[in-house]
């Protein structure tokens, strides 16, 4: 889908190529779209040399785990890398963000961005009856990029395979793994566009920017 006559994947490639520490991105996407990506939104904006496009998987996890996979078997054996893992649907991802992950992960730490609830909490039974009123004091809503340490991020997904878990995000999985997560301070521009609302945020936010 195209935001502002561009699609939005490809704003969040373009938000990612323009950060120097980013050496490379890996594009994971369905099997029979890796044409259409390559040859529709890569070539075009010319982002060819900074992206590979593999084919993902049945669910979100997998994909993951097999971007994770290419770009082990890219690396020389023995090495690490950092790496981040980011929604293709949050293209106002700030540079700040993406820094502040890089800067603030440790091979022991992951690191993710999120933002305080300022919303009333409520846990309801199946019927939608309110059970109670949960504290927001300590209360996240977390983002993407997730940043990690390759090496133990692969082997928490390894693990998450093992013992039949699945995880909400990669976090979770690292969580599941023993790992620490960190949080940061996120962004409430970071939208994640899954909707028609999203959308039209997007584009009234992007109609703000450019004036």
């Known amino acids: 889908m195209l935001l502002s006559g561009i699609p939005i994947l490809t704003r969040t490639a373009m938000a990612f190529c323009a950060i120097e520490d980013v050496g490379k991105i890996i594009l994971v996407v369905p099997a029979n779209d ?3 990506c390559k040859s529709e ?3 075009p904006y010319g982002l060819s040399n900074r992206i590979d496009i593999i084919a993902g998987g049945n669910q979100r996890q997998d994909s993951v ?3 994770l996979s290419y770009i082990r078997n890219t690396l020389t054996a023995g090495t690490d890398a950092v790496v981040l893992i980011h ?3 949050r293209p106002f991802v700030h540079r700040e963000i993406i820094k502040n992950c890089i800067k603030n992960v440790t091979p022991s730490e992951a690191c993710v961005p999120g933002i305080g609830i ?3 909490v409520k846990q309801v039974l199946p019927d ?3 059970q109670r009123t949960v504290s927001r004091e300590y209360l996240y809503l977390i983002q993407t990029p997730q940043c ?5 991020i692969l082997a928490a997904f390894e693990y998450a395979i093992k013992t039949s878990f699945w995880g909400t995000d990669d976090a979770s999985i690292f969580e599941h793994f ?4 960190q949080v940061i301070k996120g962004s409430k521009l970071n939208i994640k566009i899954t909707t028609p609302e999203d959308l039209t945020l997007g584009e009234l936010y992007l109609s703000k920017i450019q004036g």
């Open 178 to 181: 023993g790992g620490k997560v």
């Open 148 to 152: 990690f340490y390759l090496n133990p």
């Open 128 to 130: 939608l009856s309110v």
């Open 65 to 67: 785990f097999n971007g």
């Open 87 to 89: 929604d293709g649907v």
């Open 118 to 120: 300022a919303d009333t």
């Open 34 to 36: 890796m044409e259409y």
């Open 41 to 43: 939104l890569i070539e």
